[in-house]
Nanobody, 123 residues
């Protein structure tokens, strides 16, 4: 299995940007599709973005399209989520996940999860 650790969260104001990182150990991320999910208090964990195993295809939730970008650096064994034009409704714990398939959009397709990093956006 692969171990995932998220970092980069924090407290920002609406309109600011953050870059989240997901560092992997135990396995190379080039063998996995990667995804980002988020969970706000009292809500279910929801899909945010996904990146194919090859890194050539990406998919985003409607709420973050044109604001967030998922990418990977295989040399550093790290996946990123660039978050621009943040809104208060983006406030949540953000999780990265890995799936041993080409591309995964459903939570049930991911087998490995990080512990999450808190993102808080004030107005």
């Amino acid at each position: 299995q692969v171990q995932l650790v998220e970092s980069g969260g924090g407290l920002v104001q609406a309109g600011d940007s953050l870059r989240l990182s997901c560092a992997a150990s135990g396995r190379t991320l080039s063998n996995y599709a990667m995804g980002w999910f988020r969970q706000a208090p009292g809500k279910e964990r929801e899909f945010v973005a996904a990146l194919s195993r090859t890194g050539g295809s990406s998919y985003y939730a409607d709420a973050v399209t044109d604001r967030f970008t998922i990418s990977r650096d295989n040399a550093k064994n790290t996946v990123y989520l660039q978050m621009n034009s943040l809104k208060p409704e983006d406030t949540a714990v953000y999780y990265c996940a890995a799936a041993a398939i080409y591309l995964a959009r459903s939570r049930n397709e991911y087998s490995e999860w990080g512990q999450g990093t808190q993102v808080t956006v004030s107005s």
